[in-house]
DNA sequence: AATGTATATCGCAAATATACGATAGGATTT
DNA sequence: AAATCCTATCGTATATTTGCGATATACATT
């Protein structure tokens, strides 16, 4: 049980439930949110601003990394991250595709 | 440890974040694009597409219902699902805030 | 009343996510 | 060179999600 059926589904709504995992957490939006007000990309800040251990929050910048919405260069000995505008156009036309289709749906 | 520390977020934080996991799996992604063909709101049929059992199917459209983005009510015998737009709406605007701060930013 | 049909829920197993402390390793500072 | 700082990763505990079969329930049909 509990096998994998994801890959039975279509490329575009693998996508889709990709980049809606990557925020489907509220420290994870906290977490773009401090990247797109700063600008800029202090990893030690996110940090500081988040109610979350170090760790914790390197695992989350981790996972938006691999869902592509951020990038993370290695800064000299910090590291630095910063958001991927062009993967967050596509997260939304993905997603306006599928709210076109539900916008208009009728109900019973 | 694995205490829940989303309470520490914002109120959108939260919501934005509910409404994403929502989303978050390929078949619930494909149940939506069901209800939103149909236009009608048989859950069989969707059974019937979706390559997995029917308890899973339930399961998922007891996720979708519990974040809000679909309605179900007992149709005799069957049950009847469809799209809640209003909420779709809120999904999208509350989205777009976030895409609105993170679109221009830029990187190092 | 008995049978069939449609759907929800229970119980379980496996997988994944969440969170932390400890630790490792690469820079920077002293 | 040693100490310090910053960040990633490992190990671990717990929680949640995913998936199924079995069962229960509610309506429909015979």
Do not use: W
């Amino acid at each position: 049980m509990a096998i994998n059926k994801k890959e039975e589904f279509t490329v575009e709504e693998q996508e889709l439930a990709e980049f809606a995992k990557a925020i489907a957490h509220p420290a994870r939006i906290a977490i773009l949110k401090v990247l797109a007000q700063k600008q800029s990309c202090i990893c030690g800040e996110i940090v500081e601003v988040l109610p979350l251990a170090q760790s914790t929050v390197s695992q989350h910048l981790k996972e938006l990394k691999n869902a592509g919405l951020i990038q993370g260069t290695i800064e000299g000995a910090k590291s630095c991250y910063c958001i991927d505008p062009e993967k967050f156009r596509r997260f939304r036309t993905t997603f306006d595709t599928l709210f076109a289709l539900v916008k208009n749906s009728g109900c019973c």
